[in-house]
């Protein structure tokens, strides 16, 4: 405990530095912003800032581009009330039952809930972090080449069940993601592959040309294709701070939220995105009227908006303790510390205490900065949502081109990223998902790192993956999730979870 304490002082000593400060300020306002304005979202955001972060030191980079991602999950359910459009995935639920209140006058109270409920959870979330955090990496310190390979497989086996549609295309994307990142040069032997005899490809592909034009890009075409309806809310917003009796109704739901949140948060694939989701469905199922859900009831927001924040914090422990991104915002963070020649795993808590323990005291302070300028600035975003996407996109693609220039000044950059741009756009079209592929672009270099090296201690034996305990019951796990997934009776219970 008091080394626990120890680690916490050092970290908010970190964190409560100014610049530190003004960097979660800026993280938590884009952040917010981003949810707020539907048709962007945090994957695109920090893709298009990652070549800002290049001029700042590490921690404050990081601070930064984790304010934005929890940033967006607070910003997603302004939106998802005041508009009925969520402006982030998770955002989703917050639509049934806080666009509802906001029609009856409450658009006030449900907003009030959603912030506290979110602050709640944030905070629980963080503490959970820090309470982790030392033994987790303890234990992957045990790990060797063999272990975090099959941890990796685990990891994009639970991307292949959790990504939304079906588990062939979600297994073809990763696949195309694994392919994508052997283009390049092989360190080893020098050879290249996969170049086409092509100079700017020598390198591989760059992650952020990737990042920035299968969801920046692509996002900007897929929002210009659909007609702009947007059913802002023309009644008062009304009192922002939740009565005693609507406090009563939300305890039980923001804690249950937060523990349900915060566990799928943990796993690997994209969990956290569920957690809504699945506060929900336990709201309406525990409720004595089930019927008030759809029409205004205060525990189909506080719930799923707790579950939201929990769920978005705790993403952060499988990056920072195994180095294993668990969705596609952690694998930009990935790429954002490799920029930065920092190696995300274990080793970052031992070699970098500095950066470890300033992110997580930096959020507490984001979450406290996200309910200051959440509830007084609901004014601005209702004006800011009166703003027509065909001013805002040409703005945010010279805004990417610009920033994917400055990266290595290249003009076949800008390029590339274009053509990313469409070919993430036909993914969308053709019910592809682009998340996976990202995720398995970020973990393949890894991957095939270790997979080397593995079979180098081992002299070529495949069989060390099984022998070795650790290794042979994570790839047990792997299989069992998919064979499970693929059930006839699972697969339809799936498909109908998402059409849900």
């Known amino acids: 405990m008091s080394e626990m304490i120890a680690h916490l002082q050092l970290g908010f000593g970190v964190a409560l530095s100014l610049q530190n400060i003004a960097l979660a300020f800026a993280g938590c306002l884009v952040g917010t912003l981003i949810g707020v304005l539907p048709g962007v979202g945090p994957i695109a955001t920090i893709a298009m800032l990652l070549p800002i972060t290049f001029g700042l030191d590490p921690v404050g980079a990081l601070i930064m581009l984790a304010g934005i991602y929890y940033g967006a999950q607070y910003g997603g359910s302004t939106t998802a009330i005041l508009v009925n459009i969520p402006g982030e995935a998770t955002a989703v639920v917050t639509t049934?039952?806080?666009?509802?209140?906001?029609?009856?006058?409450?658009?006030?109270?449900?907003?009030?809930?959603?912030?506290?409920?979110?602050?709640?959870a944030g905070c629980v979330a963080t503490l959970v972090i820090a309470a982790l955090g030392a033994p987790l990496t303890k234990l992957a310190?045990?790990?060797?080449?063999?272990?975090?390979?099959?941890?990796?497989?685990?990891?994009?086996?639970?991307?292949?069940?959790?990504?939304?549609?079906?588990?062939?295309?979600?297994?073809?994307?990763?696949?195309?993601g694994l392919l994508l990142s052997t283009v390049g040069t092989d360190l080893e032997t020098g050879q290249e592959r996969m170049t086409f005899g092509f100079p700017p490809l020598s390198d591989g592909i760059d992650f952020a040309v990737l990042a920035m034009g299968v969801f920046g890009f692509a996002e900007v075409l897929r929002n210009l294709e659909n007609p702009e309806t947007r059913d802002v809310v023309r009644a008062k917003i009304g009192r922002l701070l939740p009565d005693w009796n609507d406090i009563k109704q939300s305890i039980a739901p923001v804690l249950r939220g937060t523990a349900i949140g915060g566990t799928l948060?943990?796993?690997?694939?994209?969990?956290?995105?569920?957690?809504p989701f699945a506060s929900y469905t336990v709201e309406k199922k525990l409720a004595k009227d089930p019927s008030?859900?759809?029409?205004?009831?205060?525990e189909g927001v506080a719930g799923p908006e707790s579950a939201n924040n929990a769920g978005a914090q705790t993403a952060f422990i499988?990056?920072?303790?195994?180095?294993?991104?668990?969705?596609?915002?952690?694998?930009?963070?990935?790429?954002?510390?490799t920029i930065h020649g920092i190696i995300p795993g274990p080793q970052v808590m031992t070699k970098n205490p500095e950066l470890f323990w300033g992110m997580i005291a930096s959020m507490w302070i984001g979450n406290l900065m996200l309910l200051i300028i959440n509830l007084p600035l609901v004014g601005?975003?209702?004006?800011?949502?009166?703003?027509?996407?065909?001013?805002?996109?040409?703005?945010?693609?010279?805004f990417c081109c610009i920033g994917?220039?400055?990266?290595?000044?290249?003009?076949?950059?800008?390029?590339?990223?274009?053509?990313?741009?469409?070919?993430?756009?036909?993914?969308?079209?053709?019910?592809?998902?682009?998340?996976p592929m990202l995720l398995g672009f970020v973990l393949g270099k890894?991957?095939?790192?270790?997979?080397?090296?593995?079979?180098?201690?081992?002299?070529?034996?495949?069989?060390?993956?099984?022998?070795?305990?650790?290794?042979?019951?994570?790839?047990?796990?792997?299989?069992?999730i998919l064979v499970i997934a693929l059930l006839p009776s699972i697969s339809k219970k799936r498909d109908e979870v998402f059409t849900e």
Not at 292 to 298: M, P
Request: proline share 5%; glycine share 12%; aromatic share 10%.
């Open 404 to 435: 994917i220039y400055s990266v290595n000044n290249q003009p076949v950059d800008v390029a590339f990223t274009a053509l990313f741009g469409l070919f993430g756009y036909i993914l969308i079209k053709l019910g592809f998902e682009p998340a």
């Open 446 to 480: 890894l991957m095939e790192e270790k997979l080397r090296q593995a079979l180098i201690i081992s002299r070529g034996s495949f069989m060390t993956f099984i022998e070795r305990p650790i290794s042979g019951g994570l790839l047990a796990v792997a299989v069992i």
């Open 292 to 298: 008030r859900f759809g029409r205004g009831a205060i």
């Open 141 to 176: 310190l045990l790990f060797g080449p063999a272990e975090y390979f099959s941890l990796m497989v685990m990891g994009l086996c639970f991307a292949v069940v959790l990504a939304r549609g079906s588990i062939l295309k979600a297994f073809c994307m990763i696949m195309l």
């Open 96 to 120: 049934l039952d806080g666009h509802q209140m906001a029609k009856q006058g409450r658009a006030g109270v449900a907003l009030g809930t959603a912030a506290l409920g979110s602050f709640f």
């Open 265 to 275: 948060g943990i796993l690997p694939g994209n969990g956290a995105v569920l957690g």
């Open 318 to 337: 499988p990056l920072l303790t195994l180095g294993i991104p668990p969705n596609a915002v952690m694998a930009l963070m990935v790429g954002a510390m």
């Open 380 to 398: 601005l975003w209702v004006k800011l949502l009166q703003v027509p996407y065909r001013l805002m996109f040409p703005a945010i693609l010279i």
